[in-house]
């Protein structure tokens, strides 16, 4: 069974921090780029971070550059989220995701599949 699996979600006051985790199961993550996305009731779902294969190339919106930062563990077949100096703006439901097209990497959702279930991450003020 392919899938993406997402944890380390939770409740935090702002400016705490938070790693979130991406772990496949069923296929390698070696050859794709990966993304976060973040969606909220009633908004599109939207780019947060994405990671080229190898690691070496990392792409951030702007709203969270900065103060996140995504990396890979190929090894291990999964992707972070290093989330620190946390915003009440961040909360949201945020899922992992593949891209498509192997060796590729890029900001557009609709470039990506297997999609994760989602963690929940809500920040207080």
């Known amino acids: 069974q392919v899938q993406l699996v997402e944890s380390g979600g939770g409740l935090v006051q702002a400016g705490n921090s938070l790693r979130l985790s991406c772990e496949a199961s069923?296929?390698?993550?070696?050859?794709?780029?990966m993304g976060w996305f973040r969606q909220t009731p009633g908004k599109e779902r939207e780019f947060v971070a994405a990671?080229?294969?190898?690691?070496?190339?990392?792409y951030y919106a702007d709203s969270v550059n900065g103060r996140l930062t995504i990396s890979r563990d190929n090894a291990k077949n999964t992707v972070y989220l290093q989330m620190n100096s946390l915003k009440p703006e961040d909360t949201a439901v945020y899922y992992c995701?593949?891209?498509?097209?192997?060796?590729?990497?890029?900001?557009?959702?609709?470039?990506?599949?297997?999609w994760g279930q989602g963690t929940q991450v809500t920040v207080s003020s």
């Open positions: 990671i080229s294969w190898g690691g070496g190339r990392t």
């Open positions: 069923g296929y390698s993550l070696s050859n794709r780029g």
């Open positions: 995701a593949r891209h498509r097209v192997p060796y590729s990497s890029s900001r557009q959702k609709d470039d990506y599949d297997n």
